[in-house]
């Protein structure tokens, strides 16, 4: 439980209790609509409630582009975009109530965005307040400037980090490996690598950075078309071994989504009647599906979209499924999808924690790492996990029940949490790949990028924060 609550009204006063905490022994923490996964708004100290206030949306260049705060949801913000048909890049599941300061901070993508359309890529500029107060608009044409002048020590250090990192190329493909797939563990130090203007590269470390940099007062984003055309079924396969291997192929037909759901995913959906219409009389043994989904903006499109993916569909072991443009059949298929972590987490046994992780790797290696990850769930009585996740992407969620108030349980956790750290990365894969780093995973950020990168993120928490009160 937090020991104090504020609920400022503006960025401004957000600054003044930056001022303010140098004299008292607190840290601040910053909450907005509190669907993170990881523990990222769970604080002891100051809690700083973002979403009462900061709900103001402006809707810019004709749809293009639309300017927002913190508090407002992904699916208001969509709201608006809608009748100029766009939407934003970031797609998460929880879009109904998380907001965009948690997409921001955490560099949330979702099911349809992969690496190239989440909030990371798709940001235009920032308002931002840094621990010492200071307020920096990187859509300003003097922002960089402006930095420099209020802010010189950071300025210079973010010249200097970025100098360690461009001086030394076995240290920049290293990054660009690691961003070539989901990845949210630590600080984005891809921003080094992608902007040369320290006030570039610091509103994109502000991505992803979970509210340990800097307060965000306001983004601005690049729009995407909303297509309004789509084709969407769930495709079912006897074993988890045929749908994985099926990916690549399916891949190929340029499908806009494609879901995995384990057979325990298939099981909950089934008993909670999240899609009776295709679920309710089918029989599961060992199956698993995939959730494909293709838009395009007219029908002509969309059917040839159609006919490419049921040839395709003809070569592989497909044990049932068709796609279906009927809107009440695709959006019981989606609300069983996004429906699963509340389904399980609501069933789970008394005195038990929902644990629900995400891990991505490169797509040759997902088959790979689904089969190993099943085996160590099983290794360590995990019995009632589900696996899901936006296998397009290569980005599988699995979800647990655990008991953390006994010593047994608890080194259960940990045990499995070792070797499915080690799985991950032998797999040449993200040990978070879009819920940000959060509590579990903070302890492995060096593991996951190594000394060097590693000591480049604590200096620039050090040169950013120097107090720690973030």
Not at 359 to 381: A, C, F, Y
């Amino acid at each position: 439980m937090p020991s104090l609550v504020a609920q400022p009204t503006n960025a401004f006063q957000i600054a003044e209790i930056f001022k303010v905490i140098t004299n008292h022994d607190l840290g601040i923490t910053f909450r907005s609509g509190g669907t993170s996964l990881s523990g990222q708004s769970v604080t002891d100290s100051l809690l700083v409630d973002t979403r009462r206030n900061f709900k103001e949306i402006a809707v810019l260049e004709n749809g293009l582009k639309v300017r927002v705060q913190p508090g407002v949801t992904v699916n208001r913000v969509n709201a608006s975009l809608r009748k100029y048909g766009r939407k934003l890049g970031p797609d998460p599941a929880s879009e109904i109530a998380c907001t965009i300061g948690g997409v921001i901070a955490n560099n949330s993508s979702g099911m349809a965005c992969g690496t190239e359309f989440n909030a990371y890529k798709t940001l235009s500029s920032l308002v931002f307040v840094l621990p010492s107060g200071t307020l920096i608009d990187s859509s300003q044409k003097d922002a960089d400037d402006q930095l420099r002048i209020k802010e010189p020590e950071i300025y210079q250090g973010l010249i200097s980090l970025r100098k360690r990192i461009i001086d030394k190329p076995v240290l920049v493909e290293k990054i660009k490996n690691a961003y070539s797939i989901k990845n949210t563990m630590g600080y984005g130090l891809n921003s080094f690598v992608d902007f040369e203007k320290p006030v570039e590269i610091l509103t994109h470390l502000i991505v992803g950075s979970e509210g340990t940099l800097a307060f965000i007062a306001e983004a601005t984003f690049e729009t995407l078309p909303l297509l309004a055309k789509s084709a969407t079924g769930l495709l079912i396969f006897e074993n988890l071994t045929n749908a994985t291997k099926s990916l690549p192929a399916l891949k190929s037909t340029d499908a806009a989504l494609i879901e995995l759901l384990d057979i325990s995913s298939l099981k909950v959906a089934q008993k909670e009647h999240m899609a009776d219409s295709v679920l309710a009389n089918l029989e599961f043994k060992d199956h698993a599906a995939l959730l494909i989904e293709y838009q395009s903006n007219t029908d002509e499109e969309l059917a040839q979209q159609v006919l490419k993916a049921n040839n395709q569909f003809q070569e592989l072991p497909i044990s049932n499924g068709e796609l279906t443009t009927d809107i009440s059949i695709k959006n019981e298929l989606w609300h069983a999808r996004k429906g699963l972590y509340a389904a399980v987490a609501g069933n789970r046994p008394s005195g038990t924690t929902a644990l629900l992780e995400d891990i991505s790797v490169p797509m040759k290696n997902l088959h790979q790492t689904t089969m190993q990850l099943g085996q160590l769930l099983k290794k360590h009585d995990y019995f009632d996990s589900v696996i899901f996740g936006h296998a397009k992407d290569g980005n599988l969620h699995f979800l647990l029940n655990e008991k953390f108030d006994d010593q047994t349980f608890l080194q259960r956790y940990e045990d499995f949490t070792q070797d499915m750290v080690e799985m991950v990365l032998g797999n040449e894969g993200s040990l978070k790949a879009e819920h940000g780093t959060g509590r579990i995973m903070a302890p492995y950020v060096k593991k996951q990028f190594g000394d060097e990168l590693y000591q480049i993120m604590v200096d620039l928490k050090k040169l950013i924060d120097q107090r720690n009160i973030l």
